[in-house]
């Protein structure tokens, strides 16, 4: 029941989803917080820092649970395959919409946020779940493709 505790095939991909989940998480509340600033100067409201990061907590919240959702389909899709076999597009299209569907799901069930508002939420969250699943994929590959040159090349010996 337990083998997976000293599975370190296991604990890598943990690890990974970990820092995808900081990830999206950063990325959401730095977007999140700056949008909202922005948002509430050009109307002329008043700025304050609490209503600046309570807004950059909730995008923060937002982005580490679509890149976790990100994270898991794609290791639930790919278990099995090859890195190579993998699609930064497909990875893309799944992030945006996860991306997307997390903040209208949390909103539509809670009630207090207009449909509106939703819209916009959907959209920025689903550009960023684009970009961060079909990014990492691409980066993956790009990495993969990096340590099997590097592994390929001669060893410089002989102080050569």
């Known amino acids: 029941m337990l083998e997976h505790l000293v599975d370190e095939e296991w604990w890598k991909k ?8 900081a990830i999206g998480g950063l990325a959401g509340g730095l977007l999140g917080g700056a949008w909202f600033g922005v948002r509430v100067l050009l109307v ?6 609490a209503s600046v990061l309570t807004a950059a907590a909730i995008y923060a919240a937002f982005g580490a649970l679509a890149t976790a959702g990100v994270g898991v389909l794609l290791a639930t899709v790919g278990a099995g395959r090859k890195l190579s076999d ?3 597009a497909k990875a893309g299209l ?4 996860l991306a997307a569907a997390a903040p209208l799901i ?5 009630g207090a946020v207009p449909s509106s508002v939703l819209a916009g939420v959907a ?3 689903g550009v960023l779940g684009g970009v961060l699943g079909g990014g990492v994929v691409a980066v993956a590959k790009r ?10 090349s001669p060893l410089l010996t002989d102080g050569e």
Request: glycine share 10%.
């Open 14 to 21: 943990l690890r990974g989803l970990n820092v995808l989940t």
């Open 44 to 49: 002329g409201g008043a700025l304050s820092p």
């Open 86 to 88: 993998l699609s930064a």
């Open 94 to 97: 799944f992030g945006a919409v």
């Open 106 to 110: 949390f909103m539509a069930v809670s």
């Open 123 to 125: 959209l920025r969250f």
């Open 143 to 152: 990495a993969e493709a990096n340590e099997l040159a590097s592994s390929q």
